[in-house]
């Protein structure tokens, strides 16, 4: 034996008794100083020993023989040496002649146990100490296992460093021992332990149920709810009662919510959910919050060809109808009186509750141009406008602000016209005589004839056989309009 004494007989004996069956070459490796030697010796196996006293910074183990083992303190932290008489594992390191002890070590015996746990299949848990690009440094019990990034989580993982100093279960994949490698994956343990889940969720839920899950992901058409094993779909249109542009601004990924179970379809394994449905209805009793003709202030949450929407309050909308803007004004589109996201002042004109509908004007919260127009302008009065457009059938012109008449192609000259262009232009200035006003319908006729110029000097008055025949002579005017307020027509 090199770089030991022989045992003696005594000593051959309790070292025997402490290791079992062992030749004498590794009771000689027992007391071999040499690096090679208590490598050597590390490998005899795993021992049990009794706590027998703290002295120092050593603790005595009692290995059942006469001679006790050692170790550093050190090695309990950071739990502390435990009471006198707790059975720890060991493993043998070498045997001190001197001293008469034998030098152990509990850390290699947790290594020896934490190998012998590592098997594929098998559930581990460690500390996660460092990070390279390709995936986390985990430490299980004084082995050092690898996990690749892919395997970190069943989604994937931008930023994987914040597993750093956490405490991690996973699934052994690999385990080489010759090698000192172990492969580990999260991911294949949640993967299982999902798989659970989901046949017990499959098996409890049901429609109607309000369940608590969390925000997996966030897209442009609603989120994805894990409820414990399955993802239910939380469309945007379910997010509130009011209109949602961006699912975003309802909920986060990582948020935990309740939500309402809408559908199962168990044979595909869908559900859809819903978070305005554990909310308040705001069309609930909206019959008794408001009445036809309130005034109310609210935001324009969008416009449309026909309109602009405006919230009253969340989640309830009124539309505002194209026609009801302006008094006056011809309005193309919504945006040239109001713009999305502004603050205005309505009038609640109708409520239909049964079908989530409110209509909304805004001018009826202005004053009408049409209150007192006919004593205003009375029929024969000559009044200057404005030619604000043109039709086939005639021109409007504006009076005053909000008030526009009609003058029909047969009341624009004494003689017949082919074009209205002939007589008048888009933002002319005429005198015009008032034929007839209707404030309800809001209409005027009006006429050129008799206010551009009266009969010609000399001309005297028509006899009665003149106008007789020009009574015989009458017919239907061009566009089927016959006098004052049937000379009316819209662009619109």
Do not use: C
């Amino acid at each position: 034996m090199s770089g030991a004494e022989p045992f003696d007989e005594d000593l051959e004996r309790e070292v025997a008794e402490a290791l079992g069956d062992r030749s004498i070459e590794e009771l000689e490796d027992l007391a071999d100083p040499t690096e090679a030697g208590r490598n050597r010796a590390s490998a005899a196996g795993v021992r049990q020993g009794r706590v027998q006293q703290a002295s120092g910074d050593v603790v005595l183990i009692d290995l059942g023989g006469k001679s006790p083992g050692m170790l550093p303190v050190n090695e309990f932290k950071p739990e502390g040496v435990p009471a006198e008489g707790t059975i720890i594992d060991v493993v043998i390191e070498r045997f001190d002649e001197r001293e008469g002890l034998f030098i152990l070590s509990k850390r290699k015996a947790e290594v020896e146990a934490a190998w012998a746990s590592l098997q594929p299949g098998a559930t581990v848990e460690g500390l996660v100490t460092g990070m390279n690009k390709g995936g986390l440094e985990v430490e299980i019990k004084g082995v050092r296992a690898f996990m690749p990034a892919s395997q970190v989580d069943v989604y994937h993982v931008h930023d994987i460093s914040i597993f750093l100093q956490q405490t991690i279960r996973a699934e052994v994949t690999q385990v080489d021992r010759s090698d000192n490698n172990v492969v580990i994956s999260r991911r294949k343990l949640l993967e299982r332990e999902q798989a659970a889940a989901r046949e017990q969720l499959l098996g409890e839920i049901a429609e109607g149920q309000v369940r608590q899950g969390v925000v997996r992901n966030v897209t442009e058409y609603g989120a994805f709810v894990d409820l414990g094993g399955l993802d239910g779909l939380l469309h945007i249109s379910d997010m509130s009662w009011g209109r949602v542009k961006d699912a975003g601004e309802i909920v986060q990924v990582g948020q935990t919510i309740e939500v309402k179970v809408l559908k199962i379809e168990p044979e595909k394994e869908r559900i859809s959910l819903g978070l305005k449905q554990i909310m308040a209805n705001p069309w609930d009793g909206v019959e008794q919050r408001y009445r036809a003709g309130q005034k109310l202030t609210g935001r324009v949450t969008r416009l449309m060809d026909f309109g602009a929407f405006v919230e009253v309050e969340p989640g309830l909308e009124g539309l505002v109808p194209i026609g009801e803007m302006s008094w006056g004004r011809r309005v193309r589109h919504p945006s040239e009186i109001v713009q999305e996201g502004s603050m205005v002042e309505v009038a609640v004109l109708q409520i239909d509750a049964d079908k989530h509908r409110m209509s909304l004007g805004i001018r009826q919260v202005q004053e009408n141009p049409w209150d007192g127009v006919a004593s205003r302008y009375p029929p024969e009065s000559i009044v200057t406008g404005r030619v604000t457009r043109l039709a086939d059938f005639g021109a409007f012109v504006e009076i005053e602000a909000g008030i526009e008449g009609l003058v029909h192609i047969s009341e624009m000259a004494d003689r017949r016209i082919n074009r209205v262009s002939e007589v008048v232009q888009p933002d002319q200035e005429i005198q015009v005589r008032v034929l007839s006003v209707d404030p309800e319908s809001q209409r005027m006729s009006l006429s050129l004839k008799s206010a551009v110029a009266g009969p010609a000097d000399g001309e005297g008055e028509k006899s009665e056989d003149e106008k007789s025949k020009q009574r015989k002579r009458k017919r239907p005017r061009r566009g089927g309009l016959e006098t004052g307020n049937d000379a009316w027509l819209s662009l619109s």
